[in-house]
């Protein structure tokens, strides 16, 4: 039996407010939003989308499971980039040639910036 990833499902208490950082930061489009959900969805084929469903709690403990996202251009260029879209940056994490950012979204969700290909090349190369 085979199966797709159709939804990656985030509960938080404001959908709307977390899909538009996502959207923005991912260059996705919101494809649904109304009062207890937001779709934030690529147009790429078989890439799963993120569900964002409202729930009454706070988050109040580390995410389980969290996105890694990729740089393109220089994990410095890109940190900067979603703190300005109102992401928080918790940590860097250097482990030799996995160098990340561990940041936050606008409602607390943990997720890691990786350093782009061409920087995790020069690392690579830089330990040799």
Excluded: Y
């Excluded at 939003?33 to 084929?45: E, Q, T």
């Excluded at 890691?112 to 190369?125: G, I, K, M, N």
């Amino acid at each position: 039996m085979s199966v797709v990833v159709r939804s990656i499902t985030v509960d938080c208490t404001d959908p709307q407010a977390v899909a538009t950082f996502w959207a923005a930061a991912l260059g996705w489009p919101v494809t649904d939003m109304h009062h207890d959900i937001a779709v934030v969805a690529s147009d790429l084929a078989g890439m799963p989308r993120l569900l964002f469903l409202a729930v009454p709690e706070q988050k109040n403990a580390k995410n389980r499971w969290h996105l890694d996202i990729q740089a393109t251009t220089t994990m410095e260029a890109e940190v900067t980039r979603l703190a300005g879209l109102g992401a928080t940056v918790l940590r860097q994490v250097d482990q030799g040639e996995d160098l990340f950012t561990v940041m936050t979204d606008v409602e607390g969700n943990e997720f890691c910036v990786e350093v782009s290909p061409a920087e995790r090349a020069a690392l690579r190369e830089s330990s040799t």
